[in-house]
């Protein structure tokens, strides 16, 4: 077989295989290039996928010493469908929340509550109690699934937020239901038949922004279902441009670990979703260990590990030490945070038989964006890499909604089916954010003659904490509940394990002192522990100020960096 461009090789996958044509979609009067024969909807992926499974028989799901078949997992979810619906009365449209580290029920109850034509909320199970008060009252969930700490946090808004608690695993007794309960009284494992719209929502996940508040993100079903599919086809449109050798064996079926949390899209969406119509096993992890990780990728043949850059770096650190290959990972896929441009060549040292990549996408982009993988990614490694074929464009624009030349820096402007519908309950956020189908990311980069996308900075002031956002304002405002604390500023410090950790610098009253220690345990319980400060910078003169008197955070960050110890 004749190796073909990238471009001539989607070509022709779009316009030779019906289930990757595109055509042209109008959603909400706007008329978009999309997937014209795919399934309709997120649940809709499990039949999709079944002949890839073995016809069901295969082993899906692995958790620890547990396993199921895709047709036991499959019938776990219609079981569950049925429980929503006859036990706990929910309807078609109402929002039903998921709380929990990464068990299998997580995912169960994803396609469960969208099977019914319910909306699922992913809470972030790091969150405080205040944190999760805020989520629950903004989206309006009523049943929530949820383990044994989140629950524990849940149960002092139980009352006054109505709330329906059912317990998973360490949180069953704790709660009004049991998972365990709902699931062996359902009367049937049958598929639900209910008519679900493409456009109806599918999910809503909490995104941070530059606002304290996190803003609910509303994914519909044509727009994970279409990011799925841009990334399925990848894997045809690959074999296209590196030919295998004629005597190649066949390539191994997909196994995907999963080792980031799944309230987030970087696990969600192009792992646990795509695994349904590639085939893919999926094995999950109770918690994140290197080592442990190395064990389950050598005993288990799995192919894909897609994580934030701490994780491949600390993969690499334990196969290292413990003498192992791992022959056969195809890919290491990086999410949530910039990989370190050193770190591309240690790994495409480290693992020489995976496609080392890279990726750029958003909640608010159900993950798809811009990526590369392999020697385009050794060659440039500070590079976000090309978007992904077929159904998105790309505009780089500045301040003013114009487009700016090749090569100059503008604000990252994404248009495809799978962007988002809106921010939940915020008109305006949605209005500034989505113009005309095309979505401004707030991310500033370049594009050069050959289509690789530079980032370079962001435009709201967000924190990547090895992978989870962090918005300065949400810090700010905890800090100011302090009573010694008359302003705050947050910002990034540069960390080398976690790309960057949260920096505070506060203006103290008059005769006050705040060590770093005396303000952790203040936050404690105001904002989750990843958001508290790692390093303090406390002073009593006025935090410095730019020309319309605002504080200038940028300048504020750079002294606080040049002088590394905190002062008074």
């Known amino acids: 077989m004749t190796a073909m461009t990238p471009e001539a090789a989607v070509h022709h996958v779009i316009t030779t295989d019906p289930v990757f044509e595109v055509g042209p979609a109008e959603v909400r009067g706007v008329t978009f290039r999309a997937f014209k ?44 469908a049925d429980a929503l619906t006859r036990q706990l009365g929910v309807k078609q449209g109402d929002r039903v ?28 199970a790091w969150w405080t109690t205040e944190e ?152 999950m992890m109770h918690k994140w260990d290197a080592a442990e990780a190395v064990r389950l990728i050598r005993d288990n043949d799995i192919t894909r590990f897609l994580g934030v850059p701490t994780q491949s770096a600390e993969l690499m650190i334990a196969a290292r030490e413990m003498g192992e290959a791992l022959p ?21 040292d480290a693992f020489p038989n995976a496609g080392v990549a890279t990726g750029w996408g958003m909640t608010e982009t159900n993950a798809l964006g811009i990526g590369m993988i392999g020697d385009d990614y050794a ?25 700016v030349p090749v090569g100059q820096m503008g604000e990252i402007t994404v248009k495809s089916p799978a962007n988002m519908r809106c921010y939940l309950n915020k008109p305006e956020a949605t209005a500034e954010t989505l113009q ?47 009573p010694d604390v008359l302003e705050a500023a947050a910002f990034s410090v540069p960390d080398e394990r976690l790309g960057e950790t949260v920096g505070a610098a506060v203006q103290l009253r008059n005769g006050a002192s705040l060590s770093h220690a005396d303000m952790a345990a203040f936050l404690d319980g105001h904002l989750a522990k990843f958001k508290i400060p790692t390093h303090l910078w406390a002073q009593r003169v006025v935090l410095t100020r730019g020309a319309t008197d605002k504080i200038d955070r940028r300048a504020i960050r750079a002294a606080c960096l040049d002088n590394q110890e905190a002062k008074i």
């Open 436 to 482: 005309d189908g095309w979505l401004r990311t707030g991310d500033l980069g370049t594009i050069d003659a050959e289509g690789y996308v530079t980032i370079h900075d962001r435009k709201k002031n967000i924190i990547i904490r090895g992978g989870e956002n962090i918005a300065c304002l949400d810090v700010e405002g905890a800090l100011h509940r302090h």
């Open 132 to 283: 999760l008060d805020y989520a629950l009252r903004d989206s309006a969930a009523k049943v929530i699934f949820a383990d044994g700490p989140r629950l524990e946090r849940m149960l002092p808004l139980q009352a006054d937020l109505g709330l329906t608690l059912v317990g998973v695993r360490d949180g069953e007794g704790q709660g009004d239901h049991s998972f365990a309960d709902l699931d062996a009284a359902a009367t049937t494992s049958a598929a639900p038949q209910v008519a679900i719209d493409t456009d109806d929502d599918f999910a809503v996940m909490y995104s941070s922004g530059t606002t304290g508040h996190p803003k609910g993100v509303v994914q519909t079903h044509r727009s994970a279902v279409n990011a799925v599919f841009s990334w399925l086809m990848q894997s045809v449109v690959a074999p296209l441009i590196d030919p295998p050798a004629p005597d190649a064996p066949p390539p191994p079926r997909p196994s995907a670990l999963v080792v980031t949390p799944l309230f987030h899209v970087t696990a969600t969406h192009p792992l646990f979703l795509l695994s349904l119509p590639a085939g893919a096993k999926i094995t």
């Open 37 to 80: 024969n795919i399934p309709g909807t997120v649940p809709a992926l499990m039949a999709a996928g079944h002949a890839r499974h073995g016809d069901g028989a295969w082993e899906y799901l692995a958790y620890c010493d547990e396993s199921l078949t895709y047709d036991q997992f499959c019938a776990a979810v219609h079981r569950q």
């Open 328 to 348: 056969t990972l195809d890919y290491i896929g990086s999410g949530g945070a910039k990989r370190p441009a050193a770190q591309v060549s240690q790994l495409v």
């Open 379 to 403: 060659a440039r490694p500070e590079s976000a890499g090309k978007l992904h074929p077929p159904v998105q464009e790309l505009r780089f624009l500045d301040d003013d909604g114009n487009d």
């Open 97 to 124: 929340a998921i709380a929990m580290r990464n068990y299998p029920e997580l995912l169960i109850m994803t396609l469960a509550i969208s099977s019914i034509g319910a909306v699922v909320v992913f809470v972030n």
